[in-house]
């Protein structure tokens, strides 16, 4: 099994509606992060969480929210979708400072 | 803030040729440095790392990178490409101290030409 799981893989929708993106890890590490993935512009990040009470917004955060329901989940939440979130979305984790993240395989997300 | 830059979007190669993939970072402390490689329809997976211990760095499937503080770079090689190297590769720049915020280049994409 995955160290961490992204689900939906793919989705489609429309324009307004509200999607939530899930993360579940069992590798046991308290930091987890969400990105966005646009082509020739790498990976930027949405939010960050060290622990379940401790919630960042990221550089591109605005039309996004976060909930840490769990030291294992960590969900992104889209309340109103609007076409130009059509992106590819990681979740990651990371054991502490100056440790790799470990990545999900990703949600690929088209609003229409 | 710190920042990556990638230099070429896109690096074809021959099979069996030299692969070098370039990165430079700006950081006014030392920070942490990495690699990584990203398959189709895959997420991101870590090649190696430099955490000061030594300035080149050994990663998986052959790569190695070099850590050169004057220049600000950290290039990814690899003696000899395989058609199975063909992928997306990243590097990534962590602060240290604080929450340690990581950023990524914006990739590039090695063809391996057979």
């Known amino acids: 099994d995955a160290d961490v799981t992204q689900t939906p893989r793919n989705r489609i929708t429309k324009t307004g509606k509200r999607i939530m993106l899930e993360c579940s890890q069992t590798?046991?590490?308290?930091?987890m992060y969400w990105y966005r993935q646009d082509p020739g512009l790498g990976l930027r990040l949405i939010y960050y969480?060290?622990?379940?009470?401790?919630?960042n917004k990221g550089e591109i955060s605005d039309g996004y929210s976060v909930s840490r329901q769990a030291q294992a989940k960590f969900s992104l939440s889209l309340e109103s979708a609007i076409p130009n979130q059509t992106a590819l979305y990681f979740c990651a984790t990371t054991g502490g400072e100056g440790q790799p993240q470990h990545f999900g395989d990703g949600t690929r997300l088209s609003i229409l | 803030a710190q920042s990556v830059t990638q230099l070429g979007s896109h690096v074809s190669v021959s099979e069996g040729a030299l692969v070098l993939l370039r990165c430079n970072y700006s950081s006014s402390v030392p920070p942490y440095l990495f690699w990584y490689v990203q398959y189709p329809n895959q997420g991101l997976q870590l090649l190696l790392k430099?955490?000061?211990?030594?300035?080149l760095v050994k990663g998986i499937n052959g790569f190695e990178a070099e850590f050169k503080k004057s220049e600000t770079s950290f290039h990814l090689t690899k003696p000899s490409a395989h058609m199975s190297d063909a992928a997306e590769y990243f590097c990534a720049v962590s602060e240290t101290g604080g929450y340690q915020k990581v950023t990524f280049g914006t990739g590039t994409k090695l063809q391996v030409i057979p």
């Open positions: 590798k046991g590490h308290d930091r």
């Open positions: 969480s060290f622990d379940v009470k401790d919630i």
């Open positions: 430099y955490t000061s211990a030594a300035t």
